[in-house]
């Protein structure tokens, strides 16, 4: 069964009480519980409201993860070091949003993960995490 990370940034620890009109009423646990539910791969769920933690973690997950799937939040439209960890792990990399980052504000319109990542899902909600799952389980 292949290995899968599956990252959060910062302020998805408050999902399901942050702006539910935006990212609903489902906990970041809810989505840990329906993705491991899926019984797809074996499963490492993190999150990070710091960006040095995140990159550690990228940098664990060479040689040991098969594939990550990644919702950087706010560090999509920021962070070159997360772009930069991602290059070099060998995987493939999914780049999620809950929201359709291309309907907000004009300076959430550009990620730099998505650079590096072979898939990027936006605007299905928590859905996003599990069309992520099937594909990269799929994939690997």
């Known amino acids: ?52 933690q995140l990159v550690d973690w990228i940098q664990a997950a060479r040689g040991t993860q098969d594939g990550i799937i990644i919702n950087p939040g706010a560090y999509s439209h920021t962070s070159v070091a997360i772009l930069d960890a991602l290059s070099a792990f060998e995987g493939p990399v999914v780049e999620v949003h809950i929201s359709n980052i291309h309907k907000r504000e004009a300076f959430r319109h550009h990620s730099y993960v998505s650079g590096r990542a072979e898939a990027v899902i936006a605007g299905l909600g928590i859905e996003g995490y599990f069309a992520a799952l099937r594909w990269l389980a799929a994939r690997l």
């Open 1 to 52: 069964m292949a290995k899968i990370l599956i990252l959060n940034g910062p302020n998805l620890n408050l999902l399901g009480q942050r702006e539910p009109h935006i990212y609903g009423a489902d906990t970041l646990a809810d989505v840990e519980a329906q993705a491991r539910a899926l019984d797809l791969a074996d499963l490492t769920f993190q999150q990070s409201n710091h960006e040095g």
